[in-house]
């Protein structure tokens, strides 16, 4: 078992959340109640990016958890799992093309070999490469975004429960924003294999 898995059993076993979202589909928790009772930074347990990441506890009983304020977070039912993007082939079949650069990235001291990139540097060559001007179609590329920030005010509605939500200033982080004339592209950049992403 996990870190997070043991943190969040610990979690769900002192509080009456499993209740709360029997009641109503949805529990909203505190950062500082998650650190108190679970003995865990409330980051690192609300860092799931895949299915395959989750807790047993939110396996085993569908949940999902989204931030929805500084030190706030949801926890709600989500059987069908919509807050999963999917990756697989079979429902985004994408033909892989080989892409030469037409810079010689080995001219580069800071350029370590396509084995050893981490996450930056694969967007940064990427860049450099001109392999994101190819893969957007687009030769107007500027970098724009990149960090941590935090979003505005927004609302959605939970799947399959009449609540809205209200989000004000979570944090988000961005690998890399490019604006053109025409359109801006959000990049997540995964230097491994995923099966989905949690939006």
């Not at 799947?159 to 004339?181: A, F, R, T």
């Amino acid at each position: 078992m996990t870190k997070n898995s043991s943190a969040w059993a610990a979690f769900f076993s002192k509080t009456e959340t499993f209740q709360e979202i029997a009641n109503l589909g949805y529990s909203y928790v505190t950062a500082e109640t998650m650190k108190i009772i679970s003995g865990r930074e409330p980051r690192l347990l609300a860092k799931i990016d895949t299915w395959r990441e989750c807790p047993e506890v939110f396996k085993e009983h569908s949940l999902t958890i989204f931030p929805v304020e500084n030190g706030k977070y949801i926890i709600f039912k989500d059987p069908m799992k919509k807050t999963y993007f999917g990756l697989d082939e079979d429902a985004y079949p994408i033909k892989l093309n080989r892409y030469t650069s037409q810079t010689d990235l080995n001219r580069f001291d800071a350029f370590p070999g396509i084995q050893r990139l981490n996450e930056s540097q694969a967007l940064d060559f990427a860049f450099v490469s001109s392999l994101l001007h190819n893969f957007t179609r687009d030769n107007d590329l500027n970098l724009v975004i990149r960090g941590r920030t935090f979003s505005g005010r927004f609302q959605f509605r939970l799947p399959n429960i009449n609540h809205q939500v209200n989000v004000n200033s979570v944090q988000i982080e961005v690998d890399g924003g490019y604006e053109s004339h025409d359109a801006i592209y959000l990049i997540e950049v995964k230097t491994d294999r995923r099966d989905d992403f949690h939006i």
